[in-house]
């Protein structure tokens, strides 16, 4: 008897590997006694392992306390996928708690460019305590 995989198990691959925060700027852009704090970041970051490249991000937080919070954000990667050259943008929302930022993500549908037009896919990243992030992405290329 034979099994027949689903054509979304053939063709998704797995990718792991890590970031480093290469700068970070974050500006408050509201506060106040009665409202939590909301601010703006703006960062780069270097990946490395199965995704290659450099990211530049900008993130929307809000810090329910000093010690919380979450956010939504865009990040751009260019660099290389799967052994293709290119871009694509992330979509990600996350939470920092008990000093650990924890985020989902996924490929914007259309936003890649060059040899990574037609990249789909999600993933994730959690921080480490040396302050990089160890990185997910299961992903396809929609022909």
């Known amino acids: ?72 954000g865009l990040q751009t990667v260019t660099g290389t996928v799967g052994g293709r050259k290119g871009s694509f943008v992330l979509q990600a929302t996350g939470s920092w708690l008990d000093g650990v930022a924890r985020a989902d993500w ?3 549908p259309g936003s890649a460019t060059g040899g990574l037009v037609g990249l789909t896919g999600k993933g994730g990243y959690t921080s480490r305590p040396d302050g990089s992030c160890a990185v997910t992405l299961d992903y396809d290329f929609e022909e």
Request: hydrophobic letters at 35%; zero cysteines; a negative charge.
């Open 1 to 72: 008897m034979t099994t027949t995989l689903s054509m979304e198990a053939q063709l998704t691959a797995k990718a792991a590997g890590s970031y480093e925060i290469t700068s970070w700027d974050e500006k408050p852009y509201a506060e106040g006694p009665d409202t939590p704090k909301l601010t703006k970041a703006h960062f780069t970051n270097a990946f490395s392992g199965d995704i290659e490249g450099e990211g530049a991000a900008e993130t929307l937080m809000v810090y329910p306390t000093d010690s919380t919070a979450n956010f939504v």
């Open 106 to 108: 996924f490929v914007v």
